[in-house]
C-alpha cells in the first residue's frame, strides 16, 4: 500500500507565496516519478509539474514556469511545491501523483500514467 499526503494549502493574496509538501509511505521512493496537478473548479486536471529523480530537469507547465518550483527529498521521502507570485488563477485543488515507473517525459504530464493520488490541498489565492 502506497500513501500520498499533501498538506500546506490555503488563503494567500496575489503575489504571495505558499509551499506545498507531498509525503509517500510504504515503498521505495527513489524510483518514483512523481508530479503535482491542480483542479480548478469546473475545469479538467491539469499538470504542473514532474520529477524522475533529484537533479533531472522538471517539467512545468506554462502557465507556472518561473513562478513555481518543484524539489525532491529522498530522505524524506518526499517532493514539494513552492510557489511564488500567486496568482487568482492559480486558485484550485493540488494533487500529487506518485508511479512507481520512470515515466518518459511524453507520458510524466499525463494523469492517468500514474497509480497513486493524494486527496488534494486548496489553494486559494484572493484579496
Known amino acids: 500500500q502506497v500513501d500520498v499526503v499533501e498538506s500546506g494549502g490555503g488563503l494567500v493574496p496575489p503575489g504571495g507565496s505558499l509551499r506545498l509538501s507531498c509525503k509517500v509511505s510504504?515503498?521505495?521512493?527513489?524510483?518514483?516519478?512523481m508530479a503535482w496537478f491542480r483542479q480548478a473548479p469546473g475545469k479538467e486536471r491539469e499538470f504542473v509539474a514532474g520529477?524522475?529523480?533529484?537533479?533531472?530537469?522538471?517539467p512545468y507547465s506554462d502557465s507556472v514556469k518561473g513562478r513555481f518550483t518543484m524539489s525532491r527529498d529522498s530522505a524524506e521521502n518526499a517532493v514539494y511545491l513552492q510557489m511564488n507570485s500567486l496568482k487568482p488563477e492559480d486558485t484550485a485543488v493540488y494533487y500529487c501523483?506518485?508511479?512507481?515507473?520512470?515515466?518518459?517525459?511524453?507520458?510524466?504530464?499525463?494523469?492517468?500514467?500514474?497509480?497513486?493520488w493524494g486527496r488534494g490541498t486548496q489553494v486559494t489565492v484572493s484579496s
Open positions: 520529477n524522475r529523480r533529484r537533479g533531472e530537469t522538471t
Open positions: 510504504g515503498r521505495t521512493f527513489n524510483g518514483y516519478t
Open positions: 501523483a506518485a508511479e512507481p515507473r520512470r515515466l518518459i517525459t511524453s507520458t510524466l504530464r499525463v494523469s492517468s500514467e500514474y497509480s497513486y
